[in-house]
């Protein structure tokens, strides 16, 4: 038995509270956590090491489907780009290529066809092969007045 130190004001100057381990409780206590239960010093940390690669892989998929999204938005503006310079009567393929940052030119397949402007656009991938079924084709017609 060991005895514990009282709670100010609620025993008697030099009494002592006297406290027996009785399964799981502490007679005169709050019940103690996990009593009679094996310790699992580092399962959380076992446990983070297992998920880290299922975390990147997940970071990496939507990293790959923001680049893919970020690859149409650039396509639909070097389409628009392009069918404006045919109602400028200027060169349709420059103005598309001038419409997108410098990476992206490499990746872009621009076709003219009357009033019509197709641009496609391959995303950046980490995967090979994964650019050709992410790549975004837009159209973009000028109208008749072209």
């Not at 381990?21 to 399962?43: H, I, K, N, S, T």
């Not at 090491?49 to 970020?70: I, T």
């Not at 045919?86 to 990476?103: H, I, S």
């Amino acid at each position: 038995m060991t005895a514990a130190r009282p709670a100010a004001g609620l025993v008697a100057a030099g009494a002592q509270i006297l406290r027996v381990p009785c399964a799981g409780r502490v007679l005169g206590g709050a019940p103690e956590p996990y009593a009679g239960l094996p310790r699992q010093r580092g399962q959380a940390s076992v446990e983070l090491v297992a998920m880290l690669p299922v975390v990147a892989v997940v970071m990496l998929a939507a990293l790959q489907l923001l680049a893919a999204g970020a690859a149409r938005e650039l396509a639909g503006h070097a389409a628009g780009a392009g069918a404006v310079a045919l109602l400028e009567r200027t060169d349709a393929r420059e103005a598309a290529r001038d419409a997108v940052p410098g990476w992206s030119r490499k990746r872009m397949a621009i076709t003219v066809r009357g009033a019509v402007v197709t641009v496609r656009l391959r995303p950046p991938t980490l995967v090979p092969g994964l650019a050709a079924l992410l790549e975004s084709t837009v159209r973009a017609d000028a109208g008749k007045d072209a």
